[in-house]
């Protein structure tokens, strides 16, 4: 079992949408990452969250510690929005290690 | 502008046919790190350099070394490759390891096709 579970896999959406993606990880953490990865594309990196929550445009992304548990939201969602969201965590205790999730692929119709 | 830049984008090979991809990174960050990707599955860490300092994975195969002649470039050969070794390679950085103020920066990745 993969220490680190995103759901949903597959998300289809219309323009405008709001759209949630989740995360929850069974693993002692120090921060969550959320990374988009666009199709034959490299990973960038959206937020890094060690407690609460960030806002970063139209993206806000959310952590509880204590449920071990991460949301990243989209608003007003745009076909350019359409990528693979991947969480990925830092262990503790394993110094860089970190641990990715299979992805969510978002694709967000006109 | 580009701050880790992944060479070639595509890569064909042969079975058996060694290969080396190589990675640099104009950030100054003392962390780089090598994942394969596989479709449709998360990627996976094949090893790290911390300086110099080469740190390999316990289920990474023989097959797969690096190098990381200067604090800029840093290159993964992969010495007989084999048909399942065809996978995305990502190169990634970070200024530091450990702590959680660390982002990553990833490379486009290069595509390698084994056939």
């Known amino acids: 079992k993969n220490e680190v579970e995103q759901s949903p896999q597959n998300l289809t959406a219309q323009e405008g949408e709001f759209i949630t993606i989740n995360c929850s990880y069974s693993?002692?953490?120090?921060?969550l990452h959320w990374l988009q990865q666009h199709p034959g594309g490299g990973i960038v990196s959206l937020f890094m969250?060690?407690?609460g929550k960030k806002k970063h445009g139209r993206l806000i992304a959310t952590i509880n510690i204590q449920e071990k548990h991460s949301s990243l939201h989209i608003t007003a969602s745009h076909p350019r929005d359409s990528a693979v969201y991947i969480c990925?965590?830092?262990?503790?205790?394993?110094?860089?290690?970190?641990?990715f999730g299979t992805g969510t692929s978002l694709t967000v119709i006109p | 502008d580009a701050m880790v830049i992944q060479n070639p984008r595509y890569q064909v090979t042969q079975f058996g046919k060694p290969v080396t991809l190589s990675c640099s990174q104009t950030?100054?960050?003392?962390?780089m790190y090598w994942y394969q990707q596989k479709s449709s599955q998360a990627p996976k860490l094949l090893f790290h350099?911390?300086?110099?300092?080469?740190?390999n994975e316990a289920d990474t195969p023989d097959n797969f070394q690096s190098r990381r002649p200067n604090t800029s470039f840093c290159f993964l050969d992969i010495r007989s490759p084999g048909l399942g070794d065809t996978a995305m390679y990502l190169c990634?950085?970070?200024?530091?390891?450990?702590?959680?103020?660390?982002?990553?920066?990833f490379g486009s990745g290069t595509q390698l096709s084994v056939l």
């Open positions: 990925a965590v830092i262990r503790v205790n394993t110094g860089n290690q970190f641990y």
């Open positions: 969250l060690s407690s």
């Open positions: 350099y911390y300086d110099k300092d080469f740190n």
């Open positions: 693993v002692g953490i120090s921060a």
């Open positions: 950030l100054n960050h003392n962390v």
């Open positions: 990634a950085t970070s200024r530091d390891r450990g702590a959680t103020n660390e982002k990553l920066f």
